[in-house]
Structures are given as structure tokens and as C-alpha cells.
């Protein structure tokens, strides 16, 4: 009897022992590395952004849900949520910050001074104060440039050629982002030297959108040229609807809104933008210091560099009858 019962005790030790050996193997696997995504946009308008970071992430060996999380922080527009949207994803340590656009960076950078953040901007980060550098940013910011600001005299000009019959072509910019402003300074400062006139239109909300484009109708402005800004990006459809509607041409700086149905965009894509920004947070994943890694940056000094890394599309959409011909010279 005394040998049944210890032998009993054996076999429900030796299985408390093989129970707990599954515990132990997944406390020895490694938890998932986590990155915060601080955007002042909205989710619903946010997929271009998105599909790119996941593609570079991807291409750097990291999946969404099976190797790396992403906490997503989206501000609705509301650019004053973005500095607790910023200290909620430092509280939650995670890894790295990807940024999407000025506000949201400084929101990041504001709230941390150790923690990674990888940004996608459109305007000279060293002036906006973002990186001491390009290639030696210093401190824990880097990311990608995608150089909105030198595209508005250039875009001026072609939607002039493209549109030689408009003496006056409206510009239309967002007066709470400051690269928007500096675009239009830009803007206005080329059109004497090609012989037009500028109406600037500012919009900040949708209300603001509806009353820009009644302005410009009112004024009889014959083309339209649209400034990079997060806001308008999230509202491709609503700005592609309010130029079918009026029948004015326009240009705008990401092909996402010829996609939609626009007429023509002179820029790099969003997807393409975020690609860079997602391969560079893989490689910080991976151990790489954002000190190490140079601002990356859409101006190419080559002409074949720049047919690759800047997009540009005419007519994908229904805002004219016919393809128009772009001058050799703008590519």
C-alpha cells in the first residue's frame, strides 16, 4: 500500500513538472516589440500612410501581429490631443514613434527625449528645427523629407504651361501648418516672374474647404494648385469632389489624388513616403541608433533619380477629356 501511494505522489509531481514546462518555454520566447503611430489625422483617411509603413517594416523582416504591435494614436483633426496622444505612447514604452507631419513630430519630440521617433515631414527638417542635420540629425528624431515646400514654384509653373489660358491660378494651403505658409510664399514669389497672379485660399476644416472653393469660383480663377498638408490629405475625396464639381484644373502634390480621380499631382506618394519611414523604424527595431541614420529625403540631383523617386501622373482621372502634355523640363 505504502509503495501504490508514493508511487501516486511520483506520477502527480512528474506531471505538475511537465505542466509547468510549457509556462517556461513561453516565458523564454521574447515579447513583441511595440510602435507608436502618432498621427493628427483620422484613421479612415489614413491608408496610403499606412500601407507603406507596413511595407517597409516588411521589407526590414518585421509583420504586423506576428513579430511587432503598433499603437495607433490618431488625433481627429484635433491638433491640441496630440501632445497626451504623445505621453500616452511614451507611457506605454514602446520601442520607437513613427510621426506623420510637423505637429504630430514636435507633439513626439516634446514628450520624449529617449525614445526613437522616425517622422515623415515636407519641409527642411534642420529649419523647422526637428534635426540638427541632415546627415547627423542628433538626438533621437530622424526619418524622411518629402520636400513639399520647393514643389509649389514648380508645380506653379507647370500647371501654367499646362494651363497656358489662366492669368490668375489659386493656391490653396492650410494657415495652421507652416510649410503650407512657406509654400505660399513660394508660390506668390514665382508668380510675377512667369506673369501670374495668385489667389491664395486658406482651409483648415472642411467648412473652410467649401468657402475656399467659393471664393475661387466667385473670383473666376481658371486653375488650382493644391499644397501638401495632412488635413487636405485627409480629405482626397472631398477636395477631388469639390474640383469635379466646379470643373477647375488642379494639381495636387500626391498621386493618392489622381487615384481618387483628380486630374494631375506632381510629388511622391504617401505609400512610397511611409515605405522609407517603416524601413527605417525596422532597422532602429533592430538595433540601429537614429542618431546613426541620416534624414532621407525625395530631391534627387539626377534627372534619371529623380524620374524614380518622384511620381508624376496626368490625367488617371475624369477631370478632363483629353491627356495634356507635360513639359519635359518639370520631370
Known sequence: ??????????????????????????????AMQVIGYLNPGSPESDTPRLTGLRRGLNETGYVEGRNVVIEYRWAGNQADRLPALAADLVRLRVAVIVTAGP??????????????????????PVKLGLVASIN?????????????????????????ELVPSAAMIGFLGNPNNPISEQMARDVLAAAPVIGLKVQILKAGTDRDLDAAFASLVQARTRALLVGGDVFFNSRIEHIVGLVARHAIPTMYQLPEFVVAGGLISYGMSLIEQYRQVGHYAGRILKGEKAVDLPVQAARARRRGDRVKRRTFITLLGGAAARPLAAPHRHL
Request: proline residues 6%; charged residues 10%.
Open 103 to 124: 505637429p504630430s513630430t514636435f507633439a513626439a519630440k516634446a514628450a520624449t527625449t529617449s525614445i526613437p521617433i522616425v517622422f515623415g515631414v515636407g519641409a527642411d
Open 136 to 160: 547627423r540629425p542628433g538626438g533621437n528624431l530622424t526619418g524622411f523629407n518629402a520636400y513639399s515646400g520647393e514643389l509649389g514654384a514648380k508645380g506653379l509653373a507647370l500647371l501654367h
Open 1 to 30: 500500500m505504502a509503495s501504490y501511494i508514493a508511487r501516486r505522489k511520483f506520477l502527480a509531481a512528474l506531471g505538475g513538472v511537465a505542466a509547468a514546462w510549457p509556462l517556461a518555454a513561453q516565458g523564454q520566447q521574447p
